[in-house]
């Protein structure tokens, strides 16, 4: 029977394939003409100069992906736009998501489960919204393969069904699902558990650079006509004589700097903070959003294929995790804390999101493949903003609510529905302020194009090799971030002074980031260290210890660029290290697991190999390497290491980097060798006591209604 099933599913999924992948083309067209750009990019100053003379249609507060995306269909209408953000573009929720631009198949299972036809009407949206942004943006989004493994023989045909429906509801010409055997799946995928593995269906969804995604949105506003400002707080809001909204206060963070921007109409797009600013227009204003943590670690390529990424909905706990590919990283996630508040959910990953998340890999993976705490690069996580509970969330999943004031706040939304939203943010807009746009409709689904699409194709890398003389990744990477524009970068890049490649000088050996990409980051608002590492540069969020190597020589540049002294220098140096600590998994010593394990040697035997460390950490890094400690241990008069007991004491207690360890792991791995044995070093047993403790607190599921669904 099972064999039977395997042939029937393999044979219709194949005939329901419509060849190669991609966006619907019959539909990337309009009656609207394509607006064209009204200007270069204005400078940070300029916008602040505007904001003192212009009398605007429409103030947006928040410049993240809604907020972003209401200011470009704005512009792209002819309204006068401005947008501020407190922090950078893109800063909170909006850089820190899973990279997909799902469909909503998770909404899908909600719909056939309750035969609920909003949930149908969503997913066709997202899948729509999906096609539009890839036209909107081609070079920052690309179809990607996920694997969806099957457990059980029965769930073949269930599956089939329900990815059939999806597929149908997905735009002409987008790529088909497939089925594959179990064998075939492990080739795919080989770290993949084989037991109870029947097969895997392959599904295609978009992934993108969110953070980049963001930046081009409000940069291509700027082009538009919109006038735009990051590092921007909104400390009060303007009123008219009838006491309603009329623009707002905001203090510039970088000079103290305070400016009144007058606008006819005032958006609210602040995300999980929009109560409060809600509450500058009303201070007795009930809520209108929650939150929810959303945790995410960063591993090495070699957990995941690079071409092919895997959702697994069928978790013990219920809950699903995936391993996606990334920017030559894996992503997994995710782990999900509930909260009312902001001040309730952490700015980092906790150390049991941590453990959940290695603890779902093992359940997943190979039994004979090391799932290793020291392997995670970065862990960050952000604030899913979700409405409050209402009958209008028995329809959609965000809220556009107008205060007693006249103000507009948005609440809720995806990356997948973000430009849907902001249409019809804009429209209410209209609406409310009485504006008079030159186009009615909005032009940003099928006329307009991100700054950089236009003429770029996935191939033009190429030229950037042969008439640049750049790297391979090197020049893909500027191609896939910077679209056409790449061609602009790759001429003000320094030569590398090797025969090999002829211009760009990396700013680290694993990356394909080079110097160039700092001065271009400077004039797309860059206005801190932790705007460019995190932001322009995605390096904080791939290895965050990276991050930090290379934090004094961007800071040289942008001290170059933007007139910094050594004491501003050395400042932003600081708050970077800060940033990267308190969001981006760089977790103090002190709050290391280990710490608690004894080290087993007399107090002697402690001073020498403390000693000894402190030589062969010749650059003061407060870290050694693993050849570092195999040279110590022959020193013990050891002639072979013991391999084995080598890496069962480096599994437990490497919690810091690959292949180095720093003085109390130096300590405990001696120790270990000392007394021949690892068996004290009790750590996988304060992994199931953290995994306890988790299921015993206060974690929830969120119904897919509420939360966008997810793949």
């Known amino acids: 029977m099972a064999k039977f099933i395997q042939m029937a599913i393999m044979l219709g999924s194949s005939k329901l394939s419509h060849g190669a992948f991609g966006f619907d083309e019959s539909s990337q067209g309009s009656a609207e003409p394509v607006p064209l750009m009204k200007r270069e990019l204005p400078t940070r100053k300029m916008c602040l100069e505007a904001f003192k003379r212009t009398q605007y249609d429409i103030l947006i507060i928040g410049g993240g992906a809604v907020g972003s995306g209401c200011a470009l269909d704005a512009a792209t209408r002819g309204l006068k736009t401005a947008l501020v953000e407190a922090e950078d573009f893109g800063s909170g929720t909006s850089s820190k998501s899973s990279k997909l631009l799902h469909g909503g198949l998770r909404d ?38 996920i694997l969806l493994p099957v457990r059980n023989w029965w769930e073949a045909p269930l599956y089939y069904m329900k990815l059939k429906m999806y597929h149908l509801m997905a735009p002409k010409g987008t790529k088909s699902f497939q089925y594959l055997s179990a064998d075939e799946a492990l080739e795919v995928f080989p770290l993949m558990r084989r037991q109870e593995l029947f097969g895997a269906f ?18 291509t506003a700027a082009r538009y006509g919109a006038d735009i400002c990051n590092h921007m707080k909104v400390v009060r809001l303007l009123k008219n004589r009838e006491g309603n909204v009329a623009g707002a206060e905001a203090v510039d963070q970088l000079s103290g700097k305070k400016y009144q921007i007058r606008a006819k109409v005032v958006v609210n797009a602040t995300g999980h903070m929009s109560d409060v600013v809600r509450r500058l227009e009303d201070t007795e204003a009930k809520p209108l959003c929650t939150s929810r943590w959303n945790s995410i670690i960063v591993l090495p390529r070699f957990y995941c294929p690079e071409q092919v990424g895997v959702f697994d909905s069928h978790t013990p706990d219920g809950r699903s995790i995936f391993l996606l590919p990334w920017q030559g990283h894996t992503l997994v996630g995710t782990s999900d804390l509930p909260g009312s508040s902001s001040e309730e959910l952490p700015s980092q990953p906790t150390e049991l999101d941590v453990q959940y998340l290695l603890e779902g890999i093992k359940r997943f993976v190979t039994p004979d493949f090391d799932v290793r705490r020291c392997d995670i690069l970065a862990a960050w996580g952000g604030y899913k903003p979700v409405p409050v509970q209402s009958d209008i969330l028995q329809r959609k999943n965000y809220v556009i609510h107008l205060g007693p004031r006249h103000m507009l706040s948005v609440v809720g939304g995806t990356w997948s529905s973000f430009r849907a939203i902001s249409e019809i943010t804009v429209n209410a807009a209209i609406t409310q302020g009485d504006l008079s746009p030159l186009s009615d409709t909005s032009v940003t689904a099928m006329s307009c194009q991100l700054d950089g699409a236009s003429g770029w194709s996935p191939d033009m890398f190429i030229r950037l090799v042969q008439d640049f003389g750049m790297e391979r990744d090197v020049a893909e990477h500027l191609s896939n971030t910077y679209g056409s524009n790449a061609f602009k970068l790759a001429a003000s890049a320094d030569n590398s002074g090797l025969g090999w490649p002829i211009v760009g000088k990396r700013l680290h050996s694993e990356f394909p980031y080079i110097e160039a990409e700092v001065r271009q980051g400077v004039r797309d608002f860059a206005c801190t260290l932790q705007d460019m590492v995190a932001r322009r540069l995605r390096v904080a969020f791939l290895n965050v210890q990276v991050a930090e190597q290379i934090l004094p020589q961007v800071a040289n ?34 709050n290391s697991l280990h710490q608690n394990i004894p080290i087993k040697m007399s107090v002697r035997l402690v001073k020498k190999f403390a000693t000894q460390f402190n030589s062969l950490d010749d650059n003061k890094t407060g870290y050694v390497s693993i050849s570092d400690c195999c040279r110590a241990i022959k020193n013990l008069g050891i002639k072979e290491v013991p391999v084995d007991l080598m890496h069962n004491v480096l599994s437990d207690i490497d919690c810091h980097a690959q292949g180095k360890v720093n003085l109390y792991e130096f300590l405990l791995l001696m120790s270990a060798i000392v007394q021949g044995e690892s068996t004290y070093l009790n750590y996988a047993q304060t992994c199931v006591e953290l995994k306890q403790a988790s299921e015993s607190g206060s974690r929830g599921s969120l119904p897919i209604e509420r939360c966008g669904g997810g793949l």
């Open 108 to 145: 899908l299972e909600q719909a056939i489960s309750h035969l609920d036809v909003s949930a149908f009407r969503r997913v066709r949206c997202s899948l729509r919204e999906r096609s539009n942004i890839g036209y909107l943006a081609p070079h920052l989004s690309q179809m990607m393969p």
């Open 202 to 219: 392959v599904i295609y969804e978009a992934q993108h650079d969110d953070a980049r995604m963001c930046l081009s949105l409000a940069l």
């Open 557 to 590: 540049i942008m001290a170059q660029e933007l007139n910094w002294t050594n004491e501003q220098k050395n400042r932003q140096i600081l708050e970077a290290r800060s940033f990267l600590n308190s969001q981006m998994g760089s977790f103090p010593k002190e």
